[in-house]
């Protein structure tokens, strides 16, 4: 299973920017999906996840400014970020767990990260 992210970029503060995450490969099944993100010389930390009943979770950090949602059909993931700050300044990476097959349950995987830069 491959995580491809997009989206990121360059913002002002206060600005907003939408990341958009696509699960591919042969997959029944995807249990939860969700963004982390890892600032420099910090560990990573999460962002918000949402389950694939529609329970969504999110960091303290975020809450009431980004938004998680999911398209189950499309095995696809996005994060409306809104009112950024620097300190949202971070490599976001999308994640996926309990990614199931049609034979067997597969560990955890990561996207590779895309650049969130919120500029003072």
């Known amino acids: 299973v491959q995580l491809q992210a997009s989206g990121g970029g360059l913002v002002q503060a206060g600005g907003s920017l939408r990341l958009f995450c696509a699960a591919s490969g042969s997959i029944s099944r995807i249990d939860v999906m969700g963004w982390y993100r890892q600032a420099p010389g910090k560990q990573r930390e999460l962002v918000a996840t949402?389950?694939?009943?529609?329970?969504?979770i999110y960091g303290d950090s975020v809450k009431g400014r980004f938004t998680i949602a999911r398209d189950i059909a499309r095995n696809t993931v996005s994060l409306q970020m809104n009112s950024l700050k620097p300190e949202d300044t971070a490599v976001y990476y999308c994640?996926?767990?309990?990614?199931?097959?049609?034979?067997?349950?597969?560990?955890?995987?990561w996207g590779q990260g895309t650049q969130v830069t919120v500029s003072s």
């Open positions: 994640h996926a767990g309990g990614i199931r097959t049609m034979s067997q349950l597969l560990f955890p995987s």
């Open positions: 949402v389950t694939s009943g529609g329970m969504t």
